[in-house]
């Protein structure tokens, strides 16, 4: 086979063009064709358009010129399209960052890159310290409303930079490949022609924007004039929620890698779709070629490095015994080459070098590495043409095409993330405990790989880590590292295997065994028969011989792909579909199982309750009144915006094992630990329900004290009840008394705004007081109660003692208090419900309607909903 034959790709293309224009020129072509759609928002190519350029000329008022870099770290949705756009119109570059990689590494490459701005969302405003203006986009979206939508004219074209993308890199730090518009505009224009596009294709969207294949997703749809439907991340990660898209919403084209076809094949998917395959990003099995051979339209591999733009050999595969991967896209070109740099045309192995127009111009900042891995062309007349040495071995087939077989280096794909095992090992070997460290991807068992780390510890330890030991090793890689790259075993040696020649012999390292991975330190059996069940479906599963109740699924090593099976097989058993989330937020058996034994979809037990979850814009975090569970806020979290995520704080011990708090400053701490961790920065809107307001007041007091930008504490009419235990006993029986008296007078009021609810509110209250007295005076001779209803009073008791006990303390903060309109029993003040003093920055009221017990309840919840969105929104100003 004679390479010039293969690399007979030349072919003419618009090479000054900048990538936004092949978007342009479907606009005008498509202007009220359906550009994004995402939930129930449809987008059309005319708003995508307008809304980018708008943007983009906000962007050139801030300062942007041709060149410069913007960082752009939002949440999937469709502003972070449009965004990607505007940046490229306003001139810039983009780097691209997923905010659910680690802070460090985000703000690395936000100053690697020199960022001049970073575009993100109001939910991690001032979350990256960087020397980068923040543009946030809600803010964006709002200021450049007016501005006229056209893009501005900055002279972009096909030899600037599009955008700069980081990848892995062995020596500790991510490298960024810079890529030019050109290069992008000639590999979009030859997809539309192989695999091919048409402006009747409806695509779906699931790769993080931080891997550079999302291009693809997104360009190639948009470059045609055909639907792009944008997948957020919860649902990109679950194999069964895609699927469930790609039937329902009739996806012609899904891209992704082999790993999330495998989830999409565990769930059952045995129908033949009118599909296109596009896999990519790592080597497809024969088995998975043949599966998805069978259940689609088309099955194209797709395979290319960052470093020459998405793509650069494609094929279609229509057997799954030949899969290869084919032949260079247009305008590029392939060898196999020995050491030698001789071309290998007979069959031989070697590394796969790419030239052509897709090449990048390197790695920024990082002169010597690009000066190794992209090399004058050999093969190449044109001065000062380079070609890029992929690292891969591969080999030319008489027919022409190429096959992939392998990495010459340390670089390794797991479940389709590109990871340089080097990364991990330097910063393994950074803590202090650890003498050496060795990390290999395992796949002991096939479609399952694991990162296993082996080190050599100061200690001399060997055998397994304890939990404190991974706990702090997983801990200060998370620090550093996507989740993606902390292995998933520590197994300890006393000597690393070598070489004769003295290298580490990566081949001769032992499989873990993997029964013995208990990690937490004490075993658990289960309790329950829910317990029993889960623990069997996570072990037969995982291939684990023993699972103690309190592991935690994620350092078993746990991944999505086995998430999709444990839910698939619960759902099975149990008839109950439980999303996918349930199993990241609910991760040890003894969790998810208590999510089974509660019927309704949304009590879960952790503290920390995601009742809408998703949305841009500053979190809310409510914490429960008496009722202790959350579900109660779920009508008002829903009749607010869109964009507005809710979360509710409930009490510890409702699950019936954890102890339940009863001093405030306790209960308070928790419920901020948890906020914490869920989000690190902030800023924070805290609110609370009855009794859950002083709760909320408390944490309020405690975030400010660590230093926390607290934008909004609100109550919901929570009356400021300031405790007596601290008035001198005599003082205190008069002052009850006092208040007992003006109580009984104000209940003729009462009784003629509303006898009905007066009854019953008092007599409920009498009934209660009855029933507190009788439990003191005979303990005995009240009948104990079970299970729940046991430990949520005993809960309501510790709760109460911690409210009696808590000395309010003015605090530097402004009250919104929302106050039930309809009054249920007496107070000392009616108007400020004896906050003012505080609340040393006032107290705001809002009137809402309904009383104490109904103000959630429709319809009035779609009254306090709009008061308290129209409330955070202007507290975020
Ligand atoms: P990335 O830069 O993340 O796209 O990773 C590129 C590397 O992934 C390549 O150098 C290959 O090692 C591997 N890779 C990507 N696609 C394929 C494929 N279709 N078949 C085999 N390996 C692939």
Redesign the pocket.
Known sequence: MEATILNNTKVDYPKEKALFDLFNESAQAYPDKIAISFHDRSLTYTEVANTANRIAALLVQKGIKKGDIIGLALDRTPEMIISLLAIMKSGAAYVPLDPEYPKDRIEFMLEDSSAKILITSAKYAGHYAANTTEVLIEQALAESAELVPEQPNTGVTGANLAYILY?SGSTGKPKGVQIAHHSLVNFILSCQKKPGITSADKTLAVATIS???AGLDIYLPLSVGAELVLADSLTAKDGRAVLDIVRNQGITILQATPYTWRMMLEVDWDEKLPLKVF??????AKDLAAKLIARSSEVW???????TTI?SIIKRVTDAEDVT?GWPVDNTQIYIVDEAMNSLTNGDIGEILIGGDGVSWGYLNREELTAEKFIDNPFSNIPGDKIYR???LGKLRPDGEVV?LG?IDH?V?VRGY?IELGEIEFHLGKQEDIKEAVVIAREDTPGYPRLVAYLLLKSGETGYASAQQLDAWQNALLAELPEYMVPDDFVLLDVIPSTPNGKIDRKALPKPDYSHIIRSDAYVAPRTSNEKLVADIWQEMMGLDKISMVDNFFQLGGRSLVAVKIMAKLEEKTGKRLPLATLFEHSTVEKLAARLDVNSELITWDSLVPIKPKGSKMPLYIVHGAGLNVLLFNALAMNMDDEQPVYGLQAKGINGIDEPLDVMEEIAANYVEEIINHDPVGPYAIAGYSLGGMIAYEMAKQMLALGKDVKMLAMFDTYADQTKVHTPPLKRTIKDAWFFVKQVAYTPILFIEDPKRTIEYKSREIGRRIAKVYKKAFPNKVKKKEGFAAYTDDIHEKSEMAQRNYLLTPVDIKIELFRAKKKTFYMDDFKNLGWLPFALKGVNVHDIPGEHNTIFAPPNDKQFARVLQECLDKAVK
């Open positions: 990848t891997f550079d294949i896999t990519g990003g790592e080597a497809l591999n797709l395979y290319g490095p960052t470093e793509y991967i992929t690292g891969d992939c990495r670089q794909k590109r």
